[in-house]
């Protein structure tokens, strides 16, 4: 049945399993004809980022796949981590710093660059996300 949808994103169908073989998303001792339950998340520059592997048995959970992927886009556009358990608007940390300079100017004052330290190498920032 049409209704005419749009889907913002690629939907794959693989009815004869072609790419689930490819991939290796078929278990051993699993029947060819059984749902797969795996799940890729593949960047626009065609890179896989993330894999999740459900068993036949159990379900996707859909908010932590969505939680992943907002994940992975705030850590590409802001160039930021996001700790265990992140969801959008939560702080998020801010990678190590890569010189000495930079690594002085975190320890004098972490507050003019909007950072919340633990210690020199372990400091949050807020973020907006627009996810």
Do not use: H
């Amino acid at each position: 049945m049409l209704t005419g949808a749009q889907i913002p994103f690629p939907i794959v169908a693989d009815r004869i399993g072609e790419i689930a073989n490819l991939y290796g998303m078929i278990a051993p001792n699993v029947s060819n004809t059984s749902t797969v339950r795996d799940v890729f998340i593949i960047d626009p520059e065609q890179i896989i980022r993330a894999i999740l592997v459900y068993p036949i048995t159990n379900g996707r959970n859909i908010p932590e796949i969505l939680r992943l992927l907002i994940a992975l886009q705030t850590t590409d556009e802001f160039n930021v981590i996001t700790p265990a358990n992140w969801q959008p608007g939560d702080p998020v940390l801010v990678p190590p710093p890569r010189t000495y300079t930079q690594l002085v100017e975190r320890v004098n004052d972490p507050s003019q660059q909007g950072l919340e330290c633990a210690d020199w190498f372990w400091c949050y920032k807020p973020i907006l996300t627009t996810k």
